[in-house]
């Protein structure tokens, strides 16, 4: 069999979320956040490497021009029924290679821990949601089965921009339109597919990954057009979100965009994936921000607050909003997640609050 194959073989045995190849080291799998190398197989050298590149690559001349070009590549492979989103890079002029498996099978949105606000957000004809984390804290996960669960139970038209596309989606109750980003793709880049999605009589429009103004500058033109916006930022916190949408823009700019956001942006979750100490399970820590007056406010602001949004996030449980220090209380009293691990999502200043949380929780499952 040929190394790859052999390689991704026992990822999928092994149930691994990640492949790490890096020249002079055994194949290496991430299972449940821990690195373990596959003791039985060699260690790569460059030749394997290069192998394995030709096996991606496939005599593929634009997907080769791009690595050479740009000294790296963003690409996916299908084995067996398993789709690999695939980086290319360099370390030390030998190719260096990190693949993602994405099951065939998405969860339910219900399995995720995302909570209910979420999804019913996605009822909203008009305005921006936006599901953010830093890597590996599994945006695109959720992001898919809340396309899914639209596709379940709305009858919309949804266009996604991806790159590349991971989950293969078929049309249930709505249309789903999915296009890869990239050159020889099938846009060139997310603001093309964005400026194109307007002709394309969309309900809702699904953007991978919002990374700059010109793509955050469309999604807002496409909001204002009147369609549900839904996209991705790499953050880790709602309210740095809103801090790094804003950071896109000249100062001269940013009033008049604070001003949009606030009417526009209508949920932002940001999520953190931590291991269980007793199941060893990955276990979603969620913080939500809906905008409603008090928030649209804050962001309005001349000067932009990033302590007073989250304390408005703390403060608007009855709105739907929950804060990150309320979510991380909730994993604590119910078992799943030890004080350190709570402790250390939280800087030092907001200990306290912390305590508090978990006592006043406390108390109510008690009483």
């Known amino acids: 069999m040929i190394l790859i194959e052999s390689i991704i073989k026992q990822a999928m045995e092994r149930d691994a979320s990640d492949i790490h190849l890096i020249n002079g080291m055994k194949p290496i799998l991430r299972i449940a956040r821990t690195l373990v190398e596959i003791k039985e197989m060699e ?17 593929n001349v634009e997907r080769n021009e791009e690595y050479t070009k740009n000294r790296r590549l963003d690409t996916s492979l299908v084995f067996e029924n398993i789709r690999l989103r695939i980086n290319a890079s360099f370390s030390d002029e030998v190719p260096v290679f990190t693949m993602r498996l994405v099951k065939d099978v998405l969860p339910t949105f219900e399995s995720l821990g995302v909570p209910e606000i979420v999804r019913s957000m996605t009822y909203q004809p008009q305005g921006l ?5 830093k890597t590996n804290s599994g945006k695109t996960t959720t992001l898919n089965s809340l396309i899914d669960e639209i596709n379940m139970k709305q009858n919309k038209k949804i266009l996604t921009l991806e790159n590349p596309v991971e989950y293969r989606h078929k049309s249930k109750k709505s249309i789903i339109v999915q296009k890869e980003v990239g050159p020889g793709k099938d846009v060139e880049s997310f603001i093309d597919g964005v400026k194109n999605s307007l002709r394309e009589d969309c309900d809702i429009l699904v953007i991978g990954e919002i990374r700059d103004k010109a793509t955050m500058e469309a999604a807002i033109d496409m909001v204002e057009s009147g369609h549900l916006v839904i996209g991705t930022l790499h953050t880790k916190s709602c309210a740095e979100t809103v801090d790094r949408m804003i950071n896109f823009y000249e100062v001269r700019d940013q009033a008049s965009v604070k001003n949009l956001l606030s009417n526009l942006l209508k949920l932002v979750v940001s999520q ?5 100490p007793k199941t060893e399970e990955l276990i979603l820590v969620p913080e939500v921000m809906v905008v409603d007056n008090t928030i649209a406010a804050c962001i309005r602001k001349e000067k932009f607050n990033i302590s007073e949004i989250e304390d408005a996030i703390q403060g608007n449980s009855d709105k739907g909003s929950i804060g990150l220090i309320n979510s991380l209380a909730n994993l604590y009293v119910e078992g799943k997640l030890s004080l350190e691990q709570v402790k250390s999502q939280v800087e030092e200043r907001n200990y306290d609050t912390l305590n508090r949380t978990i006592m006043q929780m406390n108390f109510k499952r008690k009483h």
């Open 43 to 59: 260690a790569l050298d460059e030749t394997a490497l290069y192998d394995i590149y030709d096996y991606i690559v496939r005599g």
């Open 129 to 133: 949601i936006l599901v953010t984390g």
């Open 272 to 276: 953190r994936l931590l291991k269980s």
